[in-house]
Each structure stands twice: as structure tokens, then as C-alpha cells.
């Protein structure tokens, strides 16, 4: 069952009761992410998130690690574009500690200047590590070329110049800006009742201020564009893609079939013949990344260099029969189980489930879409409408592609680069 309360101060406490469950994951979601910064203070929004975990007014970053650990509890969190997370997946008995502890953090950070310094240098290093991974790297010049010119396409890390330049008092600021009641979620699933959930939040995060800033998001405008790096490694990586789908969509469910499809499992198109009958790469799947106003339908591949034009070809081909052929009633009914059944399995996990209610609440601001809702919602996708999707997104105005690899740009001809 799941329940909605609105705190005081405008803060959103949900959850899912889950019967016989013995743990409960618990969430403090906030409606901030890289996309909510401006430019000169890129990668504030993961500092904060790191520096949140080392100590508070009353405990140091030592002892929360002590508290948590003498519970077999597990204490994280993480920065996205869109929003942050701060989250603890511990027994049901001990959810008392585990909603204070992370109100404390939240409410009491101590932002010391000694941890401030050793935690940049810790982000810098993390900026190095995705560096030295060419595949997590591509990703993210291909977000930075995808969405030009806009917040979405800033690394969530930030830069080696802007994580080098933010201070304590910048950060103090910001914190004070976006962490406030109307952009926080507390989300929990599990064995729990929600009256007791509503009161130890309302205690724990009750003096947390209302309102928050009003700030008018744009979408971002997708053109066209074929970077090429050269760089010296053993295979050639490949990211190409095209606008998507915002999260709300009502053709968001389309998508996701047409996702499954292209590129999503084992038995997809794009594993069977890039894969299994050609034989070019290892791996090569397809995903779609959803934001609150906009989405893009990737696709990611590893190669050799002397096959990537070929691999790059295959990819274009398939998306292009999408466009051009219906699929089968088979071929859309065995996604749509698959989908289905994915779905279902996840929710035997306490994480996802509250995930799940969390991201509703956050993009559809509406948690209590049940499971039977979206089954139903996945049954109702039509052969027509995932033709539709597929002549509607896979258009060459918005077509990026990103490669790097032992290749140059005259390996990949324009007039390849084309859906037929």
C-alpha cells in the first residue's frame, strides 16, 4: 500500500508498506542535480553530496560510519542531473536511527574547511579516474555535445576548474537555496507503518525551510552532430544517438518497448545481428534516458577499429528498419513480457521499490501508480505506435554520434551517417 503525506514545510513523505519485510529502504530524495547549477559553480551539487557524509554538528564522519556499521546497515548516496539522493537500507526496528541520522546529516552538515580540501582533492581524482575510462567518458562528452550549450550537458562531477575554484561559503549558499521542503522527497519501502515514518520526518527535518527558488527550466534544443577523437586504445568505442522522450510522456511506455527491442536484451535486434551474426563487438546494447522535459535514445557499442564504420552501419540499419517495417505481433508481444517480467522481479527489491516511488513522485507527482497500472500501460502499446516512435525519433536532425578509438573522421563519410 502505498501513502502520501505533505509535512508543513512542504516536504513529501511516501511509502510502501511491504508485508513480511524485514528491512526497509529509506531515501531522502532532493530535486536538485547538475542541471540546477549555473556554469561557474559546475559539479556543487556532487560536493555537497560527498561532503554530507563527513560529519555533523554532534557526529563526526567517523562515528556515522560506526553507527551504521553496528547494525549491518548500508549508508550511500548519489548525484545525478536532475536530483540527488541520500540513502540507508537497514532493519525495520532501527528505522528510528536511520531517519535521524539522515536528518542530521542533512540538517547539521559541519562543512569543515580541512574536509573541504581533502574531499576536492578526492572529486579530483574521480575526475581522473572517468578520464582514464573511455567508455564512461564518451558518455559523458556525448551529453556535453548532445545537449549543447545547456546545464543537461555539464558533467555531474563538475571540472577540474570548477571543483579547483568552489568554496565553503558558495557551497553554504546553494545548499541553502535547493536543499528546502518543497524540493524534498523522504521515500521509504519495506516493513514499516507510515504514521511513524511522517512523524520521525517531521522531527527529524521539520525546521528545514518551504519555499524554494523559482527557477524556469528550458529544454534543451538537439541538432546534429559526428565528433571523431583519435586515441591510442585497443578497441574503438561508439556512442550514437538521437532526442527522446521527456519522463511524463503518455507514449513514454511506446518507448520503452521500442527500447527493448532495438537494443534492451539478449534476443534484441541489435545483439543478434551486431553481435551473433556479424560477430563485430562483444558488447552493444540501446537504453533511453529520461529528464523531466526532454530524453535521448542512445546506443553504445565497443568495437575494433577496422570495424567500426561497419559496426556504426549495422546500428543505423537496424533503427532504419524500425522506421521502415512493423514488427511482428510475436516480436512486440515477447517485449512486452519481457518487460513485464523485469518489472515484477525488480520489486522483490526494497532499493527499487523505492526508487520507484521516488521518481513517480519526482517526474509523474504521482507515487501510487501501481504495478497493474503499468502492466496495463505496456499491454495498451500498439504495433502502430512503436512504428510511430521509431519514424518520429530516429530523424538525422537530431542524430549525434560520438567515437573514440584508432579512427579518424574520414572513416565515418556523411553519407553513411544517414537513416534510410
Known amino acids: 500500500m502505498i501513502q502520501r503525506t505533505t509535512l508543513d514545510n512542504g516536504i513529501r513523505v511516501l511509502s510502501e508498506k511491504v508485508p513480511g519485510c524485514h528491512s526497509v529502504s529509506l531515501g531522502i530524495w532532493v530535486n536538485n542535480g547538475s542541471r540546477h547549477e549555473p556554469a561557474e559553480l559546475n559539479g556543487i551539487s556532487h560536493f555537497i553530496e560527498h561532503l554530507l557524509f563527513k560529519g555533523t554538528e554532534r ?7 560506526r553507527e551504521i556499521d553496528s547494525v549491518g546497515a548500508h549508508l550511500n548516496g548519489f548525484t545525478s542531473r536532475e536530483f540527488s ?3 540507508v537500507k537497514i532493519l525495520a526496528e532501527k528505522l528510528p536511527m536511520a531517519v535521524n541520522l539522515l536528518g542530521e546529516l542533512l540538517c547539521h552538515p559541519r562543512f569543515d574547511l580541512d574536509d573541504i580540501e581533502k574531499e576536492r582533492r578526492v572529486i579530483l581524482q574521480e575526475i581522473a579516474m572517468i578520464e582514464d575510462n573511455p567508455e564512461e567518458s564518451l558518455h559523458d562528452q556525448f551529453a556535453h555535445t548532445f545537449w549543447a550549450g545547456h546545464p543537461l550537458g555539464m558533467p555531474v562531477t563538475g571540472t577540474r576548474a570548477t571543483v579547483a575554484a568552489v568554496d565553503r561559503e558558495q557551497m553554504l549558499n546553494f545548499m541553502g537555496e535547493r536543499y528546502v ?9 519495506g516493513g514499516l507503518e507510515h504514521a511513524e515514518l511522517v512523524a520521525l520526518a517531521a522531527k527529524s527535518l521539520g525546521d528545514i525551510s518551504g519555499p524554494c527558488c523559482n527557477l524556469h527550466d528550458l529544454a534543451p534544443v538537439v541538432k546534429r552532430h559526428i565528433k571523431v577523437a583519435f586515441r591510442d586504445l585497443e578497441q574503438t568505442y561508439i556512442c ?3 532526442e527522446g522522450l521527456p519522463q511524463n510522456h503518455k507514449d513514454r ?3 520503452f518497448l521500442l527500447n527493448t527491442i532495438l537494443g534492451g536484451n539478449m534476443s534484441s535486434r541489435l545483439f543478434q545481428k551486431v553481435r ?3 560477430g563485430l563487438v562483444y ?3 540501446s537504453y533511453h534516458h529520461n529528464h523531466s522535459d526532454t530524453g535521448a535514445f542512445i546506443v553504445s557499442a565497443g568495437t575494433s577499429a577496422d570495424d567500426a564504420s561497419l559496426v556504426v552501419r549495422s546500428i543505423l540499419s537496424e533503427m532504419s528498419r524500425l522506421r521502415s517495417t512493423a514488427v511482428s505481433s510475436d516480436e512486440l508481444q515477447s517485449a512486452k513480457d519481457y518487460l513485464k517480467g523485469s518489472m515484477l522481479l525488480s520489486m522483490e527489491s526494497m532499493d527499487n521499490r523505492m526508487t520507484r516511488l521516488a521518481k513517480n513522485e519526482i517526474f509523474l507527482r504521482n507515487a501510487g501508480i501501481c504495478l497493474a497500472e503499468s502492466g496495463a500501460m ?3 502499446v500498439t504495433i502502430d505506435l512503436v512504428q510511430y516512435l521509431a519514424e518520429t525519433l530516429f530523424v538525422n536532425d537530431t542524430l549525434n554520434l560520438q567515437v573514440v578509438g584508432r579512427v579518424n573522421r574520414t572513416d565515418f563519410p556523411d553519407v553513411d551517417l544517414q537513416f534510410s
Open 283 to 285: 558488447s552493444v546494447y
Open 181 to 189: 521542503g518543497e524540493n524534498l522527497c523522504v521515500v521509504a519501502a
Open 59 to 65: 557526529r563526526s564522519a567517523q562515528a556515522v560510519a
Open 378 to 380: 505496456i499491454d495498451a
Open 240 to 242: 550514437l544517438g538521437v
Open 276 to 278: 551473433e551474426e556479424l
Open 253 to 255: 511506455y511506446g518507448v
Open 85 to 87: 539522493c541520500y540513502f
